[in-house]
Nanobody
Framework: QVQLVESGGGSVQAGGSLRLSCSGSGDIDSSYCMGWFRQAPGKEREGVAI???????DIVDSMKGRFTISRDNTKNTLYLQMTSLKPEDGGMYYC???????????????????????WGQGTQVTVSS
């Protein structure tokens, strides 16, 4: 099993910055994909930014250039640096981990929610105009 705990959410004004962290424990290592997903009220959960086993990243177009995802494999910790925040960036942000492909050490789940098996409890991000 894998446990994920997010931190760093909060309320900021438009143009501000936040840094989210996700600490992983249990049966998780660098072969897992990790990512940040957002769910706004009344909307489906969507992939914001992910990082695969080899360190490749993918960030949703609306946040490219403003958000940066990174991971520290020595600490099993995932980060999301968010800058120039906009009100529409707000929502509940979830950290997730996806296992590697069967009998491999590689995960390339992309931003597909269904491919992530383990989820944190979420951290709220609110951006006021």
């Amino acid at each position: 099993q894998v446990q994920l705990v997010e931190s760093g959410g909060g309320s900021v004004q438009a143009g501000g910055s936040l840094r989210l962290s996700c600490s992983g424990s249990g049966d998780i290592d660098s072969s897992y994909c990790m990512g940040w997903f957002r769910q706004a009220p009344g909307k489906e959960r969507e992939g914001v930014a992910i990082i695969n086993s080899y360190g490749g990243t993918d960030i949703v177009d609306s946040m490219k250039g403003r958000f940066t995802i990174s991971r520290d494999n020595t600490k099993n910790t995932l980060y999301l640096q968010m800058t120039s925040l906009k009100p529409e960036d707000g929502g509940m942000y979830y950290c997730a981990a996806g296992p590697p492909l069967f009998l491999t050490d590689y995960c390339n789940a992309g931003r597909d929610v269904s491919k992530y098996k383990f989820w944190g409890q979420g951290t709220q991000v609110t951006v006021s105009s």
